[in-house]
Every structure is written in C-alpha cells, then in structure tokens.
C-alpha cells in the first residue's frame, strides 16, 4: 500500500533536484524518478494516484503550482505594459546605443552540419531549450508522427538554412523507445526526403544500450493501454513485446547522463576552431556597428533639428 505522504514528501524533494538543474518537471518525470527510487510501483494505478496526489498537495500548499511543467497548454496575447513616458523614452535610447552589444555572426558560421533536435515529447522542450540554449540550433517538438503541412514546414525551414551552402543536414532524434516510437525515424527521414531533403536522422535517446546501462524501467500499462500496443500495426513486427521506455525515464533516473547526452550529442558536430575564427570576425565588426550607431545617431538629430527649423509658424 503506498503511502502518499510520504511519496509527496520525497517528491518535494525530487522536484526541488530538477529546479536546481534549471528544469521544471513533468508529473510524469516525477513519477518516474520516483520509481527509480523505489518509493511507488511502476503501475497505471501507480501514476494516477501520483497525478491526484500532487494535484491535493498543491491545493495544500505543500507544492508549488510553478513546480511542475504543464507544457502541453499555453496562453498566447495580452495588453500592453503601462510605462511612464521619460522610463520609456531613457529605455529605449539605452536599447539604442547598446544595440553594438547585442550583435552577434550566427554561431553555425561555417559550420560542415545544420543541425535540428526533434523532440517526440512537447513536454521536455522546456527542458531542452535549457540545456541546448547556447547552441543556437532548431528544436523540434514533433508530439510524434508529424503531419505533412508541419514536415513541409521543415523542408522548407531547412532548405532556407542550407541555401548555397554545403552543409550537411542532420536531424538528432529524442524518442520513446516503442513501435511508434521506433518507426518514427524511418518515416521523418522519408517524407524529409520526398521534400527533396536529404538528411541522416539519428536516434539519440533512448536506446536499447541505456535502457540496459541505466535500467531505465519500462512503460506502465493496463489492459487498455495493452490492447491498444496489440491494435497498433507497427506492433507485428516490433522484437520486444510489451517492453516500451518512455523518454521521460531518462531524465528522471539519470538526469544528469541524460544532459551529457543531449549536449554531446549537438557539440560532436561544432567544430570550436571554426567557431574562434568566426567570433575573432564578430569583436571586429561590433565596433563597426558601435560606429555606425553614433553616427547614424547623430545624423538623424542633425535632420530632426533642420526639420524643425523648416517648420512654418502659426
């Protein structure tokens, strides 16, 4: 019988490992985290009663609503922001003069690859676009089998980024370990292909070698989600029978390999000699743009001030 104050007590504490690493986790990371310390089964019951828990918990105070990621909803618009006209106008000439400051050469500058992180799980982009934010490359949550619209997106996204160049396109694929999971690699790189891309998809995680090195558990199931795996063509011709890993139990068994692996995974192809030339060219052309500024600056307020001169009198 669990005893879920206690299980909310020590998710108090894997949620506040996860912040500390910069991630907010999913209910589902937590779930599994926990797992991997042996406080709840790996069961469909299991996960429920979690979920309802920490929803209670959070009710409670005894959780913190921002603590756990809810990246599958969002809210988009909204008014503006009330500023006073002088914090305003000291702003923005501010914003201005350091614009030289802000310029930056994109940092895949010569780069041999283009690269793209496609992501089976909307809900760890958070936790990717944290990890992976000084790279500087796409990030693709796919939510998994992606429609044709949203691949011709792609196509066109990466044929922009390969325009006359000759980098080599790549896409690193993050994915549950299933039929799906499995098959989405082959049908990503040839509905790619049709588009006329030709790239190597490559799956990153999770893969049978970490599911055995990190004895990542596997997916939680009952009778529905069972008869559900057995209804799924892709089914027949998968080795592994119920055996399924989600993606999520990587990042909570071993966050911090799961980290190394995703950050490996984009630095194998970054070449740091070209990107010293590229940044030796970027120090230069700062003080070009710094230059430019003052006197595009000064220029503007020569014209304002003769414009004003012109002006006829009432």
Do not use: C
């Not at 799906?180 to 040839?190: A, N, P």
């Amino acid at each position: 019988m669990v005893n879920w104050k206690e299980v909310i007590e020590a998710s108090v504490g894997v949620i506040g490992s996860f912040i500390g690493r910069g991630v907010t986790p999913t209910v589902r990371t937590v779930y599994y985290a926990l797992v991997s310390k042996e406080f709840i089964p790996n069961t469909i019951n299991a996960y429920k009663g979690l979920s309802k828990a920490l929803v209670k918990a959070r009710k409670d105070g005894k959780v913190k609503w921002h603590w756990i990621a809810d990246e599958t909803r969002r809210t988009e618009g909204g008014d503006g922001v009330l500023w006073k006209p002088e914090e305003y106008a000291s702003a923005y000439v501010d914003y201005v003069i350091d614009a030289y400051k802000r310029f930056k050469l994109p940092k895949w500058l010569n780069q041999p690859y283009y690269i793209e992180a496609w992501i089976e799980k909307f809900a760890l982009a958070q936790t990717f676009n944290h990890w992976l934010s000084d790279m500087n490359i796409t990030l693709v949550p796919s939510r998994g089998y992606s429609s044709w619209t949203f691949l011709k997106d792609a196509a066109v996204r990466i044929n922009k980024a390969l325009k006359e160049t000759e980098k080599t396109p790549i896409i690193l694929y993050f994915g549950d370990f299933d039929p799906s999971g499995k098959d989405i690699e082959r049908f990503l790189g040839e509905a790619l292909e049709w588009w006329g891309i030709n790239t190597k998809v490559k799956r990153i995680a999770v893969t049978l070698d970490q599911i055995s090195q990190y004895n990542l558990p596997s997916t939680p199931e009952d009778a529905s989600e069972i008869a559900k795996l057995q209804r799924d063509p892709r089914y027949k011709s998968w080795e592994h029978g119920l055996f399924r890993v989600e993606l999520d139990a990587l990042l909570a068994f071993v966050p911090d390999e799961f980290e190394r692996i995703i950050k490996d995974s984009v630095t194998e192809y970054f070449d740091e000699a070209i990107y010293d030339v590229v940044l030796a060219k970027e120090a230069e052309d700062k003080k070009t743009v710094k230059d430019k500024i003052l006197e595009l600056l000064k220029e503007k307020l020569e014209e304002q001030e003769e414009d004003e001169e012109e002006e006829p009198e009432d």
